[in-house]
Structure formats: C-alpha cells, structure tokens
C-alpha cells in the first residue's frame, strides 16, 4: 500500500508593492519592527526576540541568537532602518535607566547565564530591544521584569493593514 505524499506548503511570499505597502501604513515600533523583519529577513519571534547586544551598528548586522533549528545566524541591518533604530533605542534606554532608578530593569537571561552572571539582568547590552510597555512581577523572587513586545502587536498592526486594503 502506498501512502499519499503530504504537499509541501509553501510559505507565502509578498511582492515589493505589498511590503511598501504595509510600511507605509506603519507607524513607530511597528514600522521598525516590520523593516526589520522585511529588511533582514528575519522571522517574528526572532524580530521580538532581539537584544541589545545583538545590534552592531558598525558592521550594519544584527545576530540573531537560537533562531529556526536552535541555530545562531548573522543577518544584515537594513539602511533605511538604522537610524530609526539608534533613535528607538535612546528612547529605549531612557526608559530602562528610569527603570533601573526604580528598582526594577530585570530582564530574563537565557540558559544558565543568571546563575553565573547574576547582576547580567540588569545590564544594558541585555535588554529587549522591542520591550513590552509594562512591568511583571517574577513569583520567584519578587523582582520588576520586562519581557519583549508579544508577536500578537505586530500582526495586529499588519492585519489591520491588509484588512483595510481588502475592504473597498
């Protein structure tokens, strides 16, 4: 007995006049997050997911850290991109400093690095560069964290998007 072969699916790709398209329609933290998903081809999660260290501005890439396959890959930094990302990221510190005043600033470390770096959470280099506009308290240890923006933010803004070109 042979078995039916499952398709392939394959992912859907958007031609230049869409992703101008979406862009043009975003604003702020939703723009920047859609250039650089767009501009460097990196996944959602991966997008959400970076950190402060994994920015180099000098060489224009970004690191992306335990991507698809738990692999590490450098990818480009978009041009139309880094000078709205510098100017995010100062605003972005700001508000890790009044953070940092206030006792919290916390942010999760991945693997075994708050147990061998235990003031890491607290550092710069470490911080989301998409965080979340709110605190949450850890059960544990009572500490002030931020997590990084959740992926339902960017795919509201890009639904509303595509919603409004279909509606005539």
Not at 55 to 72: N, P, T
Not at 100 to 105: D, I, N, Q, R, T
Not at 131 to 143: N, W
Request: charged fraction near 25%; hydrophobic fraction near 40%.
């Amino acid at each position: 007995m042979v078995r039916a072969k499952k398709p392939a699916r394959l992912p859907t790709v958007l031609t230049h006049e869409e992703v101008r398209s979406i862009l043009q329609h975003l604003k702020g933290v939703h723009w920047l997050a859609g250039m650089l998903l767009y501009g460097s081809g990196l996944r959602l999660l991966e997008c959400l997911g970076l950190r402060i260290k994994d920015v180099d501005f000098g060489y224009r890439q970004i690191m992306v850290r335990e991507g698809k396959g738990k692999k590490d890959r450098v990818t480009i930094l978009p041009f139309a991109a880094a000078a709205k990302l510098e100017e995010h990221l100062l605003i972005i510190k700001r508000r890790f400093e009044q953070d940092l005043e206030a006792g919290a600033g916390h942010v999760k470390l991945p693997g075994a690095l708050a147990r061998k770096c235990p003031h890491a959470n607290r550092e710069w280099a470490w911080q989301w560069v998409f965080p979340a506009s709110r605190h949450f308290s850890d059960p544990e240890s009572g500490l002030l964290f931020r997590h990084h923006l959740h992926e339902s933010v960017i795919q509201r803004a890009v639904g509303v998007h595509k919603r409004m070109q279909r509606t005539p």
